[in-house]
């Protein structure tokens, strides 16, 4: 097997996304044979790579996992927790593989995740060029006006930059509560609640229904599910090939 950059390696071992990979190199953690590494520095399955002095175990042969979790208010998104606080993986029971989420849901937002041990996928789908759409069910009060509709449509100054135009759809209105349908297509830190609070709008719950064509659909809080074939199918088609080595 030929020699891989290590943040893919890593990745692919289901250690962590290849975007915490990057972070974990740089911050000086991550060693090839006892030696510190470098972004863009190669190895092989039969290396030793170790991070922060644990080895981590590159399998050469793997069962690839593609989960789809419905994660309720209360929980980080993260694989383990400094602070002792409930993570998405305690809602994870029988699964030997080791898997990490794509991407993050607030603490106190709730809603479609995806997991998995795949690193070229996670990393299709995390990639700003790939535009994969989310959508989100967003419960604001107090009433929305028409400007501030059209300012969350065409984009919101955040740190600097505009976001990139948004899909905003009243579902239902109602006196003191209205409930907004977003679907954007970048995925910046705590955008959506910062969309709303830029605009004047306090964020009373919020939900993501759909990540691509994939659709929470009648998963419960706290359920979890692998995708189905024509589920992968068409989140696959819809990051289009990830060639990164």
């Known amino acids: 097997m030929a020699?891989?950059?290590?943040?893919?390696?890593?990745?692919?071992?289901?250690?962590?996304?290849?975007?915490?990979?990057?972070?974990?190199?740089?911050?000086?953690?991550?060693?090839?044979?006892?030696?510190?590494?470098?972004?863009?520095?190669?190895?092989?399955?039969?290396?030793?790579?170790?991070?922060?002095?644990?080895?981590?175990?590159?399998?050469?042969?793997?069962?690839?996992?593609?989960?789809?979790?419905?994660?309720?208010?209360?929980?980080?998104?993260?694989?383990?927790?400094?602070?002792g606080r409930r993570t998405v993986m305690d809602l994870l029971h029988g699964i030997d593989e080791r898997v990490y989420p794509i991407g993050r849901l607030d603490r106190n937002s709730e809603g479609l995740l995806l997991l998995t041990n795949d690193g070229a996928f996670a990393n299709g789908i995390m990639h700003p060029s790939r535009h994969v759409s989310k959508t989100y069910r967003v419960t604001v009060r107090p009433a929305v006006t028409e400007e501030q509709l059209v300012k969350l449509s065409t984009g919101v100054l955040l740190d600097g930059k505009l976001t990139l135009p948004a899909n905003v759809v009243v579902d239902t209105n109602e006196p003191g509560r209205v409930v907004l349908l977003i679907t954007i297509k970048e995925g910046r830190n705590r955008q959506i609640r910062r969309m709303c609070e830029t605009v004047g709008l306090e964020v009373a719950r919020l939900r993501r229904t759909s990540i691509g064509p994939l659709k929470l659909g009648m998963l419960q809080p706290g359920e979890w599910r692998d995708l189905k074939p024509e589920e992968l199918r068409a989140i696959r088609n819809a990051i289009g090939k990830d060639d990164a080595k």
């Open 3 to 83: 020699d891989i950059r290590i943040q893919k390696l890593l990745a692919d071992a289901g250690y962590c996304s290849r975007r915490r990979a990057e972070a974990l190199i740089q911050a000086g953690k991550v060693k090839r044979n006892g030696h510190p590494v470098k972004l863009g520095d190669k190895a092989s399955p039969k290396d030793t790579i170790t991070v922060s002095g644990e080895k981590v175990l590159i399998p050469r042969k793997r069962t690839m996992r593609y989960i789809m979790l419905h994660k309720p208010r209360g929980y980080v998104t993260t694989v383990s927790d400094e602070q």
